[in-house]
């Protein structure tokens, strides 16, 4: 991936945070129960996003993006991380790493063709990688690609797909030469929402996370042209290289609204303990409740640091494998744990469905899990510290 624009001074970037701060507190709060309720986000948040340029934060000024460096990309998730993350998984996944699949290694027709239409919002991409049996190692992918004279027939199954039941566009990773080993030999397509072929199964019902849609696209014999390949003739075997630099920006900007999300559990849970009376005092005055919110403070503060601290290393490229991994791994535990004080601080209110901190409880769960479990990181950390020991 090309490298990233330089970040803004904060004196640039400050008037977009607040304009963010305040879509997320004054329009996007007062609907997160409805958008739990309702498993969607409203068109009017959408057409907010939109108009803010929110769709489009990672792509380049050229073609209509704001264009953000990874640190000032990684802020702005801190921002709206802070609110229900369906409204993050609506744009950021478009942006990160699906039209981050075409940023990387498209051709320059495919960027001039699909970048300027992924940052106004007009279209969506879909990041289709994981499979029924191809989830944390893309090597034992079975999707494949045969090449048929000026054309390639995709067949397989693809799983849990982000934002698949409205994507416009797919970027589908397939098995290009059987023959190679694990990861090799993969290629990445760009396949049109629409085609023959490619169909897209029911909205998964999730745990949490409602409103950011996931479900299964499925290929039979979908014929789609030569041109298709991300990075033309010479794109093809180079697709699993593609995603695992797609990968570690998602994950640094995930890390990041796991920020966010801890800094809300923190105000709810600070706020309740200030406002619930117990024995004739605030139970803030509790010194073990107090410590509960010490401890997810500490943790946040931890969490922050390291997430910007790897991302300037990345704009560097000093490190764009372990700051990443490290970055998600821990981050998305933490969440994990402030989200767990965070109910424990409201005691039963925090078990009852009407309650924030029960909502994200849920919704917290799933950042351990996707765009690589918190095992996978652990793997990457150890190798890239390793070595050759590693085996």
């Given amino acids: 991936m090309a490298d990233p624009v330089a970040d803004m001074t904060d004196q640039d970037l400050e008037p977009m945070l607040e304009a963010v701060r305040d879509f997320i507190r004054k329009e996007v709060i007062p609907r997160e129960a409805e958008i739990d309720e309702k498993d969607e986000v409203p ?14 934060f990672t792509i380049p000024e050229q073609y209509g993006g704001l264009g953000l460096g990874i640190v000032d990309q990684c802020r702005l998730l801190i921002e709206v991380g ?85 994507a416009d566009v797919f970027m589908v990773f397939a098995r290009t030469d059987p023959d190679a080993r694990s990861s090799r030999g993969i290629s990445t397509f760009i396949v049109p929402a629409g085609t023959p072929g490619l169909t897209v199964g029911p909205r998964d019902h999730k745990m949490g996370q409602f409103g950011a849609w996931t479900a299964d696209v499925n290929l039979d014999d979908v014929r789609v042209p030569a041109d298709a390949v991300v990075g033309g003739d010479g794109g093809v075997h180079t697709g699993f290289l593609t995603a695992m630099r797609c990968l570690s920006t998602g994950r640094l900007l995930l890390a990041a609204a796991c920020v966010g999300m801890c800094r809300r559990l923190i105000d709810e849970s600070v706020r309740f303990a200030s406002d619930r009376r117990q024995g004739g005092k605030p139970i803030a005055s509790h010194q073990l409740v107090q410590a509960m919110i010490a401890d997810s403070v500490t943790e946040t503060m931890a969490a922050r640091a390291l997430v910007l601290d790897a991302a ?58 996707y765009e690589g479990t918190s095992q996978i990181q652990q793997v990457i950390i150890a190798r890239q510290t390793l070595g050759e020991a590693a085996g």
């Fill in 43 to 56: 068109d009017v948040l959408r057409e907010a996003a939109k108009r803010m340029g929110l769709f489009g």
């Fill in 82 to 166: 802070y609110g229900t993350p369906a409204l993050r998984s609506m744009f950021s996944t478009n942006v990160g790493i699906a039209g981050g699949v075409i940023m990387d290694a498209g051709t320059p027709e495919q960027k001039e063709h699909w970048l300027p239409r992924l940052a106004s919002g007009e279209a969506v991409a879909s990041f289709a990688l994981t499979e029924p049996d191809a989830g944390s190692d893309p090597g034992d992918m079975r999707t494949s690609a045969v090449r048929d004279g000026d054309r390639w027939v995709l067949n397989g199954a693809k799983r849990y797909i982000t934002n698949a039941p409205i």
């Fill in 312 to 369: 300037r290393a990345y704009a560097d490229g000093s490190d764009r494998r372990t700051g990443p991994a490290a970055a998600k791994y821990f981050c998305s535990e933490t969440v994990g744990r402030v989200a767990d004080r965070a109910v424990q601080v409201h005691g039963g209110a925090g078990y009852m469905r009407s309650v924030p901190v029960e909502r994200f409880y849920r919704d917290a769960r799933l950042f351990r899990i």
